[in-house]
């Protein structure tokens, strides 16, 4: 269904479809399993990164910048999740494949934004490392949890205003053929090439979004890294390179699957299918892996689990002693 709006100067029809029908894979059998994972995963994901952020807010040592930092990362984890795989698994184990215009664009919103997030976070992450590895001395004067405060803050109004802009400029285009989108989720690039009029700004915000917000948190992160391993010497540049163990890993997981299909499209057509797996897991599989590495990899973390543990065994058994006086 396809609403029309006439522009009387311009004498054209403006077309703005009432739905877009999210077209998914093509001529895969049994796809619904893969659905069935992303729930799954949904679901680890909710937890453990609900987990992280408990442990962060009840351990009054991991109440420090750097663990602002880890806990908005686990919080932009688990919106970005909520924000892609429930309507996700609506979209294709129930079959509501429709989705109203406004809908659409809000869904592009939230997805991209908090995508973006956890991007500038790693980011954020990469600069306490480096400060606490270049700058021992002056790291608690200029890593400090108000300057925290304030980095988180200014990522949020310069993300939604980037992101929200990018989403704002798809309502200019006329979309007069298909209404299908060739993705999983209401995509940026497969809505800005279904326009019939020109969609050069989008395509220049598509490429500044993916250079601004990819590849030069990307950069960033590998300067930082580059001048720990250039100021750190022998034992001393080991044992900084394994307090960023953990870093490194989610940077990897994160970065690595994005570029290596955006630069394969660069060179090659990639497969619809193809192209949606490896998107779809390069956005869920980090978030539910981000807290399980930050678990399992991080001293103060696990000290803190099992203080918490004790703390609650203790407790217990004087609550329990209690009851039994009485």
């Not at 069935?36 to 987990?51: A, D, H, K, P």
């Not at 790291?139 to 108000?146: A, E, L, Q, R």
């Not at 001393?236 to 690595?256: E, W």
């Not at 869920?284 to 689990?305: A, D, G, H, W």
Request: charged residues 10%.
């Amino acid at each position: 269904m396809i609403s029309m709006q006439s522009n009387s100067s311009a004498n054209v029809t403006f077309v703005r479809p009432a739905t877009f029908f999210i077209n998914g894979f093509f001529n895969i059998p049994h796809a619904k399993y893969y659905y069935v994972f992303l729930s799954l995963v949904y679901v680890v994901t909710v937890l453990g990164n609900s987990f992280i952020m408990c442990i962060i807010y009840l351990a009054r040592r991991l109440h420090t910048a750097k663990y602002i930092a880890v806990f908005h990362l686990a919080l932009a984890d688990l919106c970005g999740s909520s924000a892609l795989i429930p309507k996700l698994i609506d979209i294709f184990l129930f079959e509501h494949q429709d989705i109203s215009y406004d809908a659409c664009l809000a869904n592009m919103f939230f997805v991209f934004h908090f995508m973006n997030m956890q991007s500038l976070t790693l980011l954020v992450l990469a600069y306490d490392r480096l400060v606490a590895i270049c700058f021992p001395l002056q790291y608690h004067v200029i890593v400090t949890k108000p300057a925290m405060f304030l980095i988180i803050g200014v990522m949020w109004i310069f993300s939604v205003t980037f992101i929200a802009s990018m989403v704002i400029l798809i309502t200019r285009l006329s979309i007069c053929g298909s209404n299908v989108v060739n993705s999983y989720f209401c995509d940026h690039g497969p809505i800005y090439r279904l326009a019939c009029n020109d969609n050069t700004i989008n395509i220049i915000m598509a490429n500044i979004c993916f250079g601004l917000l990819v590849c030069m948190p990307l950069i960033l992160i590998m300067v930082s890294y580059f001048c720990i391993a250039l100021i750190a010497h022998g034992a001393d540049r080991i044992k900084a390179m394994k307090t960023c163990t953990s870093h490194l890993v989610l940077v990897a997981i994160f970065y690595l699957p994005i570029l290596s299909v955006n630069v394969k499209s660069i060179s090659t057509s990639i497969d619809l299918n193809a192209r949606i797996i490896n998107n779809s897991l390069t956005q869920i599989i980090p978030p539910m892996l981000n807290p399980i590495i930050y678990t399992l990899k991080t001293e103060e973390v696990m000290q803190s689990i099992k203080e918490l543990y004790k703390r609650s065994k203790v407790n217990t058994i004087i609550e329990r002693n209690a009851k039994q006086r009485i």
